[in-house]
């Protein structure tokens, strides 16, 4: 059965200090993995996926990576305007489209 | 271009009743998933459905079905509504089901059964 399991569940950052948030994963066979933010009454938003061992994307102070067995989401300098819940999800190989997500990393950035 | 939108945004049932939610996908957009999220299970696949037909369902019991019309709105009932059935319901849409294509969800339709 695949599993995601995200850590922390909370964290607490003063603006400008950095962290990472970890994912792991197990699957059979990786398509895919995604990361998405939610803000509260809000769906989930779009940010990376990530395909392979080593691969990496970045988006302004986001940074995402990928290895065999987990993805880490780096946050550099954060703002308040980063505070939300940020969701790790993969794609089976034997899954069709469908996503397994993890429980979520809520992120609060104090200024 | 509109986002994925869902309708009712709120919704309170009570036991034994059933609910038909609505989604419209983005224009063009002909694949729609939906997903259950609590605070307990988190995000939860239901099915996904592309030109009509149902591809994927998750691991939830028969009272959950949805259906695809021809201009791609999708719409999920759930019958004989039971406590654990509250949740936000979420729909998210992609432009032709590939499998690497970005998922656009919408805000949701928050469901309270009493």
């Known amino acids: 059965e695949d599993q995601v399991t995200q850590s922390p569940e909370a964290l607490r950052l003063q603006e400008g200090e950095s962290s990472s948030l970890n994912c792991s994963y197990t699957?059979?066979?990786?398509?895919?993995l995604f990361w998405y933010r939610q803000d509260p009454g809000k769906g989930p938003e779009f940010l990376f996926t990530?395909?392979?061992a080593g691969e990496e994307k970045e988006k302004e102070r986001l940074k995402a990576t990928l290895t065999k067995k987990e993805s880490f989401l780096h946050i550099t300098a954060p703002k308040p305007e980063d505070s939300a819940t940020y969701l790790c999800?993969?794609?089976?190989?034997?899954?069709?489209?469908?996503?397994?997500f993890g429980g979520g990393t809520r992120l609060m950035v104090k200024p | 271009k509109a986002g994925v939108t869902q309708t009712p945004r709120y919704l309170i049932k009570t036991r034994g009743q059933q609910v038909t939610l609505s989604c419209s996908p983005i224009?063009?957009?002909?694949?729609v998933s939906w997903y259950q999220q609590t605070p307990g299970q988190g995000l939860q696949f239901l099915f996904e459905?592309?030109?009509?037909?149902?591809?994927n369902k998750g691991n939830f019991p028969g009272r959950f079905s949805g259906r695809q019309f021809s201009n791609s709105r999708s719409e999920m009932n759930v019958s004989t509504l039971e406590l654990g059935d509250s949740a936000l319901y979420l729909c998210?849409?992609?432009?032709?089901?590939?499998?690497?294509?970005?998922?656009?969800f919408g805000s949701g339709t928050q469901l309270s059964v009493l």
């Open positions: 998210a849409s992609r432009l032709s089901g590939a499998s690497n294509e970005k998922l656009f």
């Open positions: 699957v059979s066979g990786l398509r895919g």
């Open positions: 990530l395909y392979s």
């Open positions: 999800a993969v794609q089976a190989g034997n899954a069709g489209n469908m996503l397994t």
């Open positions: 224009s063009g957009h002909r694949s």
């Open positions: 459905y592309f030109s009509e037909t149902q591809r």
